[in-house]
Protein backbone atom coordinates (compact mmCIF):
# COMPACT_ATOMS: atom_id res chain seq x y z
CA UNK A 1 0.00 0.00 0.00
CA UNK A 2 1.80 3.41 -0.93
CA UNK A 3 1.51 6.68 0.90
CA UNK A 4 -1.02 7.93 -1.60
CA UNK A 5 -3.77 5.30 -0.77
CA UNK A 6 -3.02 5.81 3.17
CA UNK A 7 -3.52 9.48 3.13
CA UNK A 8 -6.78 9.15 1.07
CA UNK A 9 -8.25 6.63 3.05
CA UNK A 10 -7.32 9.14 6.21
CA UNK A 11 -8.85 11.90 4.71
CA UNK A 12 -12.33 10.24 3.57
CA UNK A 13 -12.65 8.47 6.86
CA UNK A 14 -11.81 11.52 8.93
CA UNK A 15 -14.87 13.90 6.54
CA UNK A 16 -17.55 11.20 7.41
CA UNK A 17 -16.34 11.94 11.41
CA UNK A 18 -16.07 16.01 10.80
CA UNK A 19 -19.94 15.41 8.36
CA UNK A 20 -21.55 13.53 11.90
CA UNK A 21 -20.31 15.65 13.93
CA UNK A 22 -21.71 18.73 11.76
CA UNK A 23 -24.94 17.12 11.45
CA UNK A 24 -25.31 16.31 14.77
CA UNK A 25 -24.40 20.22 15.87
CA UNK A 26 -26.48 22.09 13.29
CA UNK A 27 -28.76 19.71 11.78
CA UNK A 28 -29.99 16.83 13.80
CA UNK A 29 -28.46 14.56 15.77
CA UNK A 30 -30.65 11.64 13.94
CA UNK A 31 -28.88 11.96 10.94
CA UNK A 32 -25.60 11.90 12.31
CA UNK A 33 -26.51 8.60 13.82
CA UNK A 34 -27.61 7.71 10.61
CA UNK A 35 -24.40 8.69 8.97
CA UNK A 36 -22.20 6.04 11.41
CA UNK A 37 -24.66 3.71 11.42
CA UNK A 38 -24.85 3.06 7.57
CA UNK A 39 -21.88 0.89 6.28
CA UNK A 40 -19.80 3.37 4.69
CA UNK A 41 -16.93 2.76 6.59
CA UNK A 42 -17.16 -1.29 5.34
CA UNK A 43 -17.58 -0.14 2.34
CA UNK A 44 -14.56 1.71 1.90
CA UNK A 45 -12.55 -0.59 3.36
CA UNK A 46 -14.28 -3.23 1.04
CA UNK A 47 -13.02 -1.04 -1.93
CA UNK A 48 -9.77 -0.58 -0.40
CA UNK A 49 -9.43 -4.36 0.66
CA UNK A 50 -10.67 -5.95 -2.70
CA UNK A 51 -8.50 -3.66 -4.85
CA UNK A 52 -4.59 -4.61 -2.79
CA UNK A 53 -6.12 -8.43 -1.87
CA UNK A 54 -6.89 -11.54 -2.18
CA UNK A 55 -10.73 -12.65 -2.58
CA UNK A 56 -9.94 -14.79 0.40
CA UNK A 57 -9.30 -12.13 2.39
CA UNK A 58 -11.55 -9.98 0.97
CA UNK A 59 -14.44 -12.24 2.55
CA UNK A 60 -12.23 -12.44 5.25
CA UNK A 61 -12.65 -8.98 6.27
CA UNK A 62 -16.26 -8.84 5.57
CA UNK A 63 -17.27 -11.66 7.60
CA UNK A 64 -15.08 -10.12 10.29
CA UNK A 65 -17.21 -6.83 10.13
CA UNK A 66 -20.42 -8.59 10.50
CA UNK A 67 -19.31 -10.35 13.58
CA UNK A 68 -18.35 -7.65 15.08
CA UNK A 69 -21.16 -5.51 14.44
CA UNK A 70 -22.62 -7.15 17.61
CA UNK A 71 -19.88 -6.20 20.11
CA UNK A 72 -20.00 -2.72 18.83
CA UNK A 73 -23.83 -2.42 18.94
CA UNK A 74 -23.19 -3.59 22.75
CA UNK A 75 -20.94 -0.47 22.97
CA UNK A 76 -23.25 2.51 21.86
CA UNK A 77 -26.12 0.39 24.21
CA UNK A 78 -24.21 0.73 26.88
CA UNK A 79 -22.92 4.12 26.03
CA UNK A 80 -26.17 5.33 25.58
CA UNK A 81 -27.69 3.80 28.68
CA UNK A 82 -24.40 5.25 30.97
CA UNK A 83 -24.22 9.18 29.40
CA UNK A 84 -27.19 10.08 31.23
CA UNK A 85 -25.70 8.66 34.58
CA UNK A 86 -22.53 9.67 34.34
CA UNK A 87 -20.02 12.55 32.53
CA UNK A 88 -19.18 11.37 29.00
CA UNK A 89 -15.43 10.04 30.08
CA UNK A 90 -16.63 7.66 32.86
CA UNK A 91 -19.56 6.88 30.11
CA UNK A 92 -17.07 5.84 27.74
CA UNK A 93 -14.75 4.64 29.39
CA UNK A 94 -16.95 2.29 31.10
CA UNK A 95 -18.68 1.05 28.00
CA UNK A 96 -15.81 -0.55 27.01
CA UNK A 97 -15.96 -3.04 29.31
CA UNK A 98 -19.35 -4.72 27.87
CA UNK A 99 -17.40 -4.14 24.42
CA UNK A 100 -14.18 -6.01 25.88
CA UNK A 101 -16.48 -8.78 26.96
CA UNK A 102 -18.79 -8.83 23.42
CA UNK A 103 -14.94 -9.03 21.21
CA UNK A 104 -13.74 -11.79 23.60
CA UNK A 105 -16.78 -13.70 23.07
CA UNK A 106 -17.16 -13.12 19.23
CA UNK A 107 -13.52 -14.18 18.78
CA UNK A 108 -14.27 -17.54 20.99
CA UNK A 109 -17.14 -18.08 18.22
CA UNK A 110 -15.25 -16.85 15.45
Known sequence: MNWLNIVAQFIISGSIVVG?????KHIDAKWSGLLVALPI??????IFIASSSSQ???QRYLLSALMFMIPAAIYILSLYLLVGRTNRVTSCILSLIPLAI???LVQKIF
Do not use: E, K, S
Not at 20 to 24: C, G, K, N, P
Open 41 to 46: MTILGF
Open 56 to 58: IVT
Open 20 to 24: ATLLA
Open 102 to 104: AVM
